[in-house]
């Protein structure tokens, strides 16, 4: 029989799920005040078992797997409030009592998941649960589509000489910092859940905090390359005849070099100040070292994209500004500005509220919608845009006429050959009528061989 703080706890763990797996924190919380609760039980053993007389008779302190009860005389009540830590879901006056029996303590009344207001039925947990599990089957299949789509414009970008310019260069690493997050999230879910017989909380091994390393720089690349994409247009348009390798450079440093320097110094802080567990919690105050760079890209981004639409506008009304140039600027809106809101607003929202602050719309839009991320920036920046289908329409058909010319060319030295061939067997059949055995002479009766007949002395 399931034990009623034993639901309880699922529970906890179906209200906290995120990308990240924060649930490890309310975990480690709980296994915090068991260490306390044990200590005092230890204490408490020690001087139960001294000599002398017995000191106590009554109901030594317990702990139930969710809060510590102490200890107290038969016939005693104690009561408790509901663990601190769930006040952040839901802020519950209720509270939970045990009395002290000669069999020992009562069971909880009321039991944990209804005190504290948690629905904690069996079926609420399964549905919960299957709701979770169809969220993974949804990311999974999104970044499989991105993982595709991202090789494909990447390959498209790098085998046409023609897309070869500094705009792609940029987006070719965008696309590489959207693989590496598709492929990290697989990474950590195959070390961090591939056994379900691992408590993943209190694993603490070193593939497991590489997974996670690996998974928090990826996350700060994509972050920063977007910053990148935003950097540039913008420096398009405010100098128009600027050389674009002249910041290329800058661009690299930014989006690679930033996101390595703060993961590198995140690794030296958790090693030295905080090495427990995976190193997957949000609990933790060093966090604040990854999520600070992150915050800060996200908000930047956000003034970059409201900078560009002045500016566009701007130049777009503007008189002095021919027709050419309106529509060029008008082409390089479509792919990056339509890119900058649809994947840095949302951000900008959830960065104002706390974690466990609107939990599923997070895990939708960071996980489900997220997932997808890579397939829509490939389809914005390589298959819908112009240039790159002109390019493929122009090898294409260069490929075509290629391929009808081999095939002409081969028609061709088929005929000849066959021509040849029979010449070949004309010439055989004449020379084996020439052909008779030793001996025997041949008169060729020709009007040329009987002119040659004649003129010979």
Known sequence: ????????????????????????????????????????????????????????????????????????????????????????????????????????????SPPYYKACELDGTNKDTETKKGYFVTVKVLYTCGYSASLAALLLAIGIFSGFRKLHCTRNSIHIHFFTSFILRGAAVFIKDSVLFADESIDHCTMSTVNCKTAIVFFQYSVLANFYWLLVEGMYLQTLLLLTFTSDKRYFWWYILIGWGVPLLTVSVWIITRLQYDNKGCWDDYASLYWWVIKGPILFAIFVNFLIFLNVIRMLVQKIRSPDIGKNYKQQYMRLTKSTLLLIPLFGVHYVVFALFPEHIGVEARLYFELVLGSYQGFLVALLYCFLNGEVQAEIKRNWGKWQSSMESNVFNLESKESENLTLKGLSLGYCSFHRKMTRPEGTTVTIQSDLHATQTRELP
Do not use: Y
């Open 1 to 108: 029989m399931v034990s009623d703080h034993s639901i309880f706890q699922a529970q906890i763990l179906c209200q906290v799920v995120q990308g990240t797996h924060p649930e490890c924190s309310i975990i480690m919380h709980f296994q915090e005040q068991e260490a306390e609760c044990q200590e005092i039980i230890r204490s408490e053993n020690q001087s139960t078992e001294a000599p002398g007389p017995p000191r106590w008779k009554g109901c030594l302190t317990e702990w139930d797997g969710v809060s510590c009860w102490e200890a107290a005389v038969i016939g005693q009540s104690r009561t408790m409030p509901c663990p601190e830590i769930l006040q952040m879901f839901k802020k519950s006056k209720g509270l939970i009592q045990r009395n002290c029996t000669e069999a020992g303590w009562s069971s909880p």
